[in-house]
């Protein structure tokens, strides 16, 4: 079985085990920089809640032809993730809560250039049609760390909706690069060039967590 199912498994059985006391179930929709995300809560005491949730989002950018730019630049964002968290309350006078628990991390975005303009390789002049394409696909760890915090318990006080905010990051660890290009442009996809994409995108390593949402007890 993989990791991620597993994940998803063990979270399950937390969520559906006990007693199904309508009282202590919620669910919430939010809008995050992970996408829209719908999670799933049980509560297992006045302090701790754990969650199930899944996020997506598709996003397409097409730069066309720019003055000034060498590329033409098509870039293809899919996220795609799903959350294991634990939410602890230490103050009984508020709703602020520390989270941390484990995301599988579907992320993977992918950017393809496209000459504009002719190139001179040695001594000749090729047509920017004759050059081919040069494409970037980036990956991550597929299971990362999360920790954070935010406000709301969606679990606690009487039947109805709540508010609900989360600030937090997780690690996904440095961006992997595959590189494949065509035509005149193909020497630039070499290994070499891999490593040296990676060191420059080895900042990457974090990926910050913001949502803002609505959340209804049952």
């Keep these: 079985m993989k990791i991620h199912h597993a994940i998803i498994s063990l979270c ?25 995300n719908l999670e799933v809560y049980r509560s297992l005491g006045p302090s701790f809640n754990v969650r199930l949730g899944g996020s997506m989002l598709s996003y397409t950018y097409q730069s066309g032809v720019q ?22 309350y230490p103050f009984e006078s508020t709703t602020l809560h520390v989270t941390g628990g484990a995301v599988v991390n579907l ?9 504009t303009i002719s190139k001179m390789i040695g001594g000749d002049v090729y047509d920017k049609d004759n050059l081919g394409t040069i494409g970037i696909d980036l990956t991550f760890n597929k299971i990362a760390p999360y920790m954070g915090i935010g406000i709301g318990n ?50 990457f390593k974090f990926y910050p967590v913001v949502s803002l949402g609505l959340s209804y007890k049952f």
């Design 12 to 36: 399950t059985l937390m969520l559906l085990s006990g007693d199904l006391v309508a009282q202590d179930y919620a669910a919430s929709v939010k809008l995050s920089t992970l996408g829209v």
């Design 67 to 88: 003055t000034g730019q060498d590329y033409e630049m098509d870039a293809k964002l899919n996220l795609s993730s799903v959350a294991l968290l634990g939410d602890w």
């Design 107 to 115: 992320n993977k975005p992918v950017v393809t250039a496209k000459p």
């Design 154 to 203: 969606p679990t606690a006080g009487d039947e109805g909706f709540g508010f609900m905010m989360d600030i937090g990051t997780y690690y996904q660890g440095p961006p992997k690069i595959a590189m494949k290009a065509s035509g005149l442009l193909a020497p630039s996809a070499s290994p070499e060039q891999e490593a040296i994409v990676e060191t420059n995108l080895n900042w």
